[in-house]
């Protein structure tokens, strides 16, 4: 079992920036493919980025390449969300995901957090 706790969700400006933390526990963290997803309000969960064991693998959303960064702390059994340049469209809850395989798809994570809000205001 993993247990994720995602945070640093709140308001911010367009043009801004804001970085999301996950806090794991439970089984290995460092065995994890982590990745993040968000859904905005009447609309499907989207993935936005994931990162591999031990961080040599990205892949992102092409609606967040180039603005956001994902990056993990193995020794902290965290992992991060960059976001830069904020866009009113990047408002959503956003949600933490452990699995084996970088993946876009939501079915391949196994663990999931409650998730953050985060709103742009424009």
């Known amino acids: 079992q993993v247990q994720l706790v995602e945070s640093g969700g709140g308001l911010v400006q367009a043009g801004g920036s804001l970085r999301l933390s996950c806090a794991a526990s439970?089984?290995?963290?460092?065995?994890?493919?982590m990745g993040w997803f968000r859904q905005a309000p009447g609309k499907e969960r989207e993935f936005v980025a994931a990162?591999?064991?031990?961080?040599?693998?990205?892949h992102y959303a092409d609606s967040v390449k180039g603005r956001f960064t994902i990056s993990r702390d193995n020794a902290k059994n965290t992992v991060y969300l960059q976001r830069n340049s904020l866009k009113p469209e990047d408002t959503a809850v956003y949600y933490c995901?452990?699995?084996?395989?970088?993946?876009?798809?939501?079915?391949?994570?196994?663990?999931w957090g409650q998730g953050t809000q985060v709103t742009v205001s424009s």
């Open positions: 995901a452990a699995g084996l395989i970088v993946s876009e798809r939501s079915s391949d994570y196994d663990y």
């Open positions: 439970g089984r290995t963290f460092s065995t994890n493919v």
């Open positions: 990162i591999g064991y031990g961080s040599a693998v990205t």
